[in-house]
């Protein structure tokens, strides 16, 4: 899922979107319900109709931001009290108040509120947040139930279907993520979630809690890990039995004029790039890479024009939505062990040189 923090993908239109074959787009809560509001999009048709895109939207709950962005003020099993970093005004975010915030926003899939801690959180710190998120996945059921039945007052339904994700937390312990799993599941979501983790943790950290959070939910419903990652995190947690992702990784860097390729990441400002006449990717067949040189690109990032930043963009994200199609293709013809292997051969993590 590309991610569209705003209600905008950065630097890109929906019709390139659309061109590149996105299905799905991620919208950030936390920075719609401070502007322009939930109450606003609502009122003008909810997040589809609002920024002219008729595919599915995820929402988040809005939790990461503001245990990220906000100036926190504190966090209690009613919710978590924070100041907006716009304005510095006051708000209470709680699991009813998220569930309420993204079905005004009427998203196809919201995700229930969980309480972020560091990856480097010690056991005791990780468990007392695991089982607060449990608590407050429990009250954002019940919420969206009620939803369901029929509108509560002061908060518009403007998408009937929309889904609901629970989040399985728990840190880089084994024992917090399998007791998550049990009590999520038995809440009862229309899928699952692995959050807490690509917050630093060295790769093999997150592979091994993937491995044995994965294994625990549910074979017939769509598994989401959150946050990540790099081209190669894509396989390996694929591998590892993960469906859906979502990063701004493809999207930040490219502005940052860092291009993922498949061969690794290309820093397009360099020096060696300046006369070079070649495609960014040779391998690719996206828009920017049929049509532009490394040497345009470069001076477009080196005289700060917008379009380099559309064109680098559209190439991160080609290449990322390329990767998964890849993925789901080999899957299906049983090749993906091969097409693993492969990628491995050629993608390496260090810059090219
Ligand atoms: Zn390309």
């Not at 509560?152 to 998408?159: A, E, M, Y």
Request: overall charge negative; proline content about 5%.
């Amino acid at each position: 899922m590309p991610v569209g923090t705003r209600g905008a993908v950065k630097a890109v239109t929906q019709r390139d979107l659309r061109d590149l074959d996105a299905e799905i787009i991620l919208a950030n809560t936390y920075h719609l319900y401070l502007r322009p509001g939930d109450d606003l999009i609502a009122r003008l048709g909810g997040l589809h109709a609002f920024i002219g895109w008729d595919r599915p939207i995820l929402t988040d709950s809005g939790g990461y931001q503001v245990f990220s962005l906000a100036a926190m003020r504190r966090v209690s099993d009613e919710g978590a009290e924070f100041r907006s970093h716009l304005d510095g005004s006051l708000h209470l975010l709680t699991p009813e108040k998220a569930t309420d915030i993204q079905a005004q926003l009427g998203s196809d899939i919201a995700m229930v509120l969980d309480e972020c801690v560091a990856s480097t959180a010690e056991i005791d710190g990780a468990r007392v947040a695991m089982w607060r998120s449990v608590r407050w996945a429990r009250r954002a059921r019940d919420r969206r139930l009620q939803l369901r039945d029929g509108s509560l007052p002061g908060v518009v339904v403007t998408n009937t279907g929309q889904a609901q994700f629970g989040i399985v937390q728990g840190g880089v312990y084994p024992e917090l993520r399998t007791e998550s799993a049990q009590a999520t599941i038995e809440i009862g979501f229309d899928a699952y979630a692995i959050g807490g983790l690509s917050v630093r943790e060295p790769p093999e950290v997150m592979y091994g809690v993937v491995d044995h959070t994965a294994r625990l939910l549910p074979e017939d419903r769509p598994r989401y890990l959150m946050g990540t990652g790099m081209p190669d995190d894509l396989l390996e947690c694929v591998a590892r039995g993960i469906d859906m992702f979502d990063c701004v990784l493809p999207t930040r860097n490219a502005r940052n004029g860092q291009l993922l390729t498949s061969q690794g990441p290309m820093v397009i400002k360099n020096a060696q790039y300046a006369e070079d006449d070649t495609p960014p990717d040779p391998a690719c067949d996206c828009y920017t890479c049929r049509n532009f040189s490394r040497a345009y690109l470069r001076h477009l990032y080196i005289a700060g024009e917008m379009t380099g930043a559309t064109l680098n963009t559209i190439h991160n994200l080609y290449f990322y939505l390329d990767t998964l199609r890849r993925i789901r293709e080999a899957i299906m013809f049983g090749t993906f062990e091969r097409l693993r292997q492969e990628f491995h051969q050629t993608f390496s993590r260090r810059t090219q040189q």
